[in-house]
């Protein structure tokens, strides 16, 4: 393990990496010389071969994406998602502040396979340094002729836009960013048709996010087999893990899939333990969507599978933050609910209605006018919401019941413990100013 | 966002009032058009020059956005009533956007809420009387490394704690990037030369009223 190269974050320190000089110096833009080299499908078939999955929170396979694109297409759009909202992930951040031409190299092998004509980078509006950043590695990179019309001197062309968000969480949902970009309301569409088929401007639509495309050069310049040959069959390549709350070294790290939480928080080169004094409650791994793990759980292996064992939903965005002794359950649960609550786009009836209503039970419940039985009713409005697929439009509504589910479930104890013990005459008091 | 209503018998837009978006801002606009398919896709930008440039997006240039892009105004006002970070009527000089996501509470944002809306003397979505500062919170900012954060208009403070604050409300370049900006859009209102000389004017003693409580009295 220890033996593990960085790929992803090789330049990050490295003095100047945001200059096409420096990136060129270290190798940059060799890969992409190569696959213009080949035909689209070839480099579809590597990406494929590599067995890429997507970085953004589902792991769908990059290349099998690609290829649902209709054969007689004449137009492809590629959106890079760069909207980054889940809640406690920063890995792209730090993709694009510290190596912007990275995913400016990945950007073009991507549309050059899926042959895209332009490329929008969604980048949510709170990001305004990676703005400035990204938008001028991307201005260097037209002065190159690296984009723009007939790149690198052959026949492919390719412009490269950032599209500014403006706060919505759920405009990183693909559909909804697509709706975003097209100026209205970031509301998630229905599918079928699947954005491939029709997704932005109607036309086929590729969207990935930026750490997946960060990948593609690489795959291309080492080859499919090197890629497999890191991690564990089913989750394979170098991966970014996010790690914050209170350890040592909070920050973004990579290595191959498969290390436990217990290793992100712990290892030197990782989170460097937990601050002084504090121990370990709880650990929501995965992004907050995916549902949180008790500290007798963090065994788990960050990678595709495991944490489905767990009662998770999935990986999503590896992104981990800790929950200590100090921190009251109650807090963590009221902070959760909320942030769907809030975000939920409330196209989805049962989304709309369920959020809000976790919402307001986990803020009673925090304000110290909790009933034990509000616990059962936070699982059913969980189970109505989340539990039959196909019910909503995208997957926030799942999202949402993971956090609220687990933490019930596994925190159950904590929670009766707090309700019971509320002053008497306090549960009056509290429902009178909330109401 | 934070809206204010209109009574039916206001008018929202006078017919007769001069443009408020001047030929830059429409030739800043413009210069989005080739970028998409539709003129509609370029609502979001449009409405991000506007407000970097007006410090907010008004009834009167909404209607102005609407006819540049060839949409109806109700598709503007749609679409700008999704977004948090557009406001309809006027905002402080400075916005401070306090993350308030998981990591950033676990680790004290609320101590810094807190002692925000107490020196500022506003409450969420609140502006200060004499308009240099708005206060509201949002969802992770993706600078979970370094919580509690928060933003003042384009700048991150890191890892902030709330004997902080009053240091960095003091500080008049709060909101200042230290390095090259692209020109693509413009640099907010906040910053401009007059705004930075208010600020920098300024004793401390900030006299407050919270719109929002405004809004619940009238
Ligand atoms: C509510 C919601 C929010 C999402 N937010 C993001 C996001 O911020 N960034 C991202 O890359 N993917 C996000 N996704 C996942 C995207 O829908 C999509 O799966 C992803 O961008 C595909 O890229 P990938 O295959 O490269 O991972 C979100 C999904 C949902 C349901
Ligand atoms: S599931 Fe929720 S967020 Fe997604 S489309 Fe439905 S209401 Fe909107
Ligand atoms: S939780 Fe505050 S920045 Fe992510």
Same mark, same amino acid.
């Given at each position: 393990?220890?033996?593990?190269?960085? !790929?992803?974050?090789?330049?990050?320190?490295?003095?100047?990496?945001?200059?096409?000089?420096?990136?060129?110096?270290?190798?940059?833009?060799?890969?992409?010389?190569?696959?213009?080299?080949?035909?689209?499908?070839?480099?579809?078939?590597? !990406?494929?071969?590599?067995?890429?999955?997507?970085?953004?929170?589902?792991?769908?396979?990059?290349?099998?994406?690609?290829?649902?694109?209709?054969?007689?297409?004449?137009?492809?759009?590629?959106? !890079?998602?760069?909207?980054?909202?889940?809640?406690?992930?920063?890995?792209?951040?730090?993709?694009?502040?510290?190596?912007?031409?990275?995913?400016?190299?990945?950007?073009?092998?991507?549309?050059?396979?899926?042959?895209?004509?332009?490329?929008?980078?969604?980048?949510?509006?709170?990001?305004?340094?990676?703005?400035?950043?990204?938008?001028?590695?991307?201005?260097?990179?037209?002065?190159?002729?690296?984009?723009?019309?007939?790149?690198?001197?052959?026949?492919?062309?390719?412009?490269?836009?950032?599209?500014?968000?403006?706060?919505?969480?759920?405009?990183?949902?693909?559909?909804?960013?697509?709706?975003?970009?097209?100026?209205?309301?970031?509301?998630?569409?229905?599918?079928?048709?699947?954005?491939?088929?029709?997704?932005?401007?109607?036309?086929?639509?590729?969207?990935?996010?930026?750490?997946?495309?960060?990948?593609?050069?690489?795959?291309?310049?080492?080859?499919?087999?090197?890629?497999?040959?890191?991690? $564990?069959?089913?989750? !394979?390549?170098?991966?970014?893990?996010?790690?914050?709350?209170?350890?040592?070294?909070?920050?973004?790290?990579?290595?191959?899939?498969?290390?436990?939480?217990?290793?992100?928080?712990?290892?030197?080169?990782?989170?460097?333990?937990?601050?002084?004094?504090?121990?370990?409650? @709880?650990?929501?791994?995965?992004?907050?969507?995916?549902?949180?793990?008790?500290?007798?759980?963090?065994?788990?292996?960050?990678?595709?599978?495991? $944490?489905?064992?767990?009662?998770?939903?999935?990986?999503?965005?590896?992104?981990?933050?800790?929950?200590?002794?100090?921190?009251?359950?109650?807090?963590?649960?009221?902070?959760?609910?909320?942030?769907?609550?809030?975000?939920?786009?409330?196209?989805?009836?049962?989304?709309?209605?369920?959020?809000?209503?976790?919402?307001?039970? @986990?803020?009673?419940?925090?304000?110290?006018?909790?009933?034990?039985?509000?616990?059962?009713?936070?699982?059913?409005?969980?189970?109505?919401?989340?539990m039959m697929p196909g019910l909503s439009i995208c997957g926030l509504s799942d999202g949402a019941t993971?956090?609220?589910?687990?933490?019930?479930?596994?925190?159950?104890?904590?929670?009766?413990?707090?309700?019971?013990?509320? $002053?008497?005459?306090?549960?009056?008091?509290?429902?009178?100013?909330?109401? | 966002?934070?809206?204010?209503?209109?009574?039916?018998?206001?008018?929202?837009?006078?017919?007769?009032?001069?443009?408020?978006?001047?030929?830059?801002?429409?030739?800043?606009?413009?210069?989005?058009?080739?970028?998409?398919?539709?003129?509609?896709?370029?609502?979001?930008?449009?409405?991000?020059?506007?407000?970097?440039?007006?410090?907010?997006?008004?009834?009167?240039?909404?209607?102005?956005?609407?006819?540049?892009?060839?949409?109806?105004?109700?598709?503007?006002?749609?679409?700008?009533?999704?977004?948090?970070?557009?406001?309809?009527?006027?905002?402080?000089?400075?916005?401070?956007?306090?993350?308030?996501?998981?990591?950033?509470?676990?680790?004290?944002?609320?101590?810094?809420?807190?002692?925000?809306?107490?020196?500022?003397?506003?409450?969420?979505?609140?502006?200060?009387?004499?308009?240099?500062?708005?206060?509201?919170?949002?969802?992770?900012?993706?600078?979970?490394?370094?919580?509690?954060?928060?933003?003042?208009?384009?700048?991150?403070?890191?890892?902030?704690?709330?004997?902080?604050?009053?240091?960095?409300?003091?500080?008049?370049?709060?909101?200042?990037?230290?390095?090259?900006?692209?020109?693509?859009?413009?640099?907010?209102?906040?910053?401009?030369?007059?705004?930075?000389?208010?600020?920098?004017?300024?004793?401390?003693?900030?006299?407050?009223?919270?719109?929002?409580?405004?809004?619940?009295?009238?």
């Amino acid at each position: 393990m220890a033996t593990f190269e960085p !790929v992803l974050l090789r330049n990050v320190g490295v003095e100047g990496a945001r200059t096409l000089k420096v990136y060129e110096s270290r190798g940059g833009y060799q890969a992409v010389r190569k696959a213009l080299g080949m035909s689209p499908d070839e480099v579809v078939e590597i !990406v494929k071969e590599a067995n890429l999955r997507g970085r953004g929170g589902a792991g769908f396979p990059a290349g099998v994406k690609w290829s649902f694109l209709p054969k007689d297409r004449t137009h492809t759009l590629l959106c !890079v998602n760069a909207d980054e909202s889940e809640p406690p992930t920063f890995c792209n951040r730090v993709l694009m502040e510290s190596d912007p031409h990275q995913l400016i190299e990945g950007t073009i092998i991507s549309a050059y396979a899926t042959q895209s004509q332009i490329a929008y980078i969604y980048m949510r509006g709170e990001f305004h340094e990676q703005f400035h950043i990204l938008q001028k590695a991307i201005d260097e990179a037209y002065a190159a002729g690296y984009l723009g019309k007939n790149i690198f001197n052959g026949d492919f062309s390719l412009e490269i836009y950032i599209h500014r968000g403006a706060g919505a969480y759920v405009c990183g949902e693909e559909t909804g960013l697509i709706e975003s970009l097209e100026g209205k309301r970031g509301w998630p569409r229905i599918k079928p048709p699947f954005p491939a088929v029709e997704g932005l401007f109607r036309r086929p639509t590729v969207v990935n996010n930026v750490e997946t495309l960060s990948c593609v050069p690489h795959i291309i310049e080492r080859g499919a087999d090197w890629f497999t040959g890191i991690g $564990p069959s089913h989750s !394979v390549g170098p991966k970014l893990f996010c790690i914050s709350g209170p350890v040592n070294k909070p920050g973004c790290y990579e290595a191959a899939m498969g290390i436990t939480v217990r290793e992100l928080i712990e290892r030197d080169d990782m989170g460097g333990g937990m601050a002084p004094g504090k121990r370990v409650k @709880a650990v929501f791994p995965g992004g907050v969507s995916m549902g949180v793990l008790s500290a007798e759980e963090l065994d788990m292996k960050m990678d595709f599978d495991d $944490p489905r064992n767990y009662s998770l939903l999935g990986l999503g965005t590896a992104a981990a933050v800790v929950i200590d002794q100090d921190t009251d359950m109650r807090i963590v649960l009221r902070n959760m609910a909320r942030f769907y609550g809030t975000e939920s786009c409330g196209q989805c009836t049962q989304c709309r209605e369920g959020t809000a209503w976790m919402h307001k039970i @986990a803020t009673r419940i925090a304000a110290g006018a909790g009933r034990l039985e509000d616990l059962d009713l936070l699982l059913e409005t969980a189970r109505n919401m989340g539990m039959m697929p196909g019910l909503s439009i995208c997957g926030l509504s799942d999202g949402a019941t993971y956090p609220i589910e687990t933490i019930v479930k596994k925190f159950r104890s904590e929670l009766e413990e707090a309700i019971r013990s509320q $002053p008497a005459g306090r549960v009056d008091r509290v429902l009178q100013v909330l109401n | 966002m934070s809206w204010k209503t209109l009574d039916r018998n206001q008018q929202a837009v006078d017919p007769d009032a001069p443009p408020v978006l001047s030929d830059a801002i429409r030739d800043r606009i413009r210069s989005f058009f080739d970028r998409y398919e539709t003129k509609r896709a370029v609502l979001l930008p449009a409405l991000h020059i506007v407000q970097n440039t007006l410090g907010h997006v008004s009834w009167q240039a909404m209607a102005e956005i609407a006819e540049l892009l060839e949409i109806h105004p109700s598709d503007v006002m749609n679409t700008i009533s999704f977004y948090t970070h557009f406001w309809t009527h006027p905002k402080g000089e400075k916005v401070i956007t306090v993350c308030r996501s998981i990591t950033c509470e676990v680790m004290g944002g609320s101590a810094v809420l807190d002692e925000l809306k107490q020196q500022l003397g506003v409450d969420e979505h609140g502006t200060t009387t004499d308009g240099r500062y708005s206060l509201v919170t949002e969802e992770c900012l993706a600078g979970c490394d370094h919580g509690p954060c928060l933003l003042v208009n384009e700048k991150m403070h890191k890892c902030v704690k709330p004997e902080d604050v009053a240091k960095i409300l003091a500080d008049s370049g709060n909101d200042r990037l230290s390095m090259e900006r692209s020109e693509l859009f413009d640099v907010p209102a906040g910053t401009s030369e007059h705004a930075l000389s208010a600020s920098s004017s300024g004793d401390g003693n900030i006299d407050t009223t919270s719109d929002v409580r405004e809004m619940r009295e009238s």
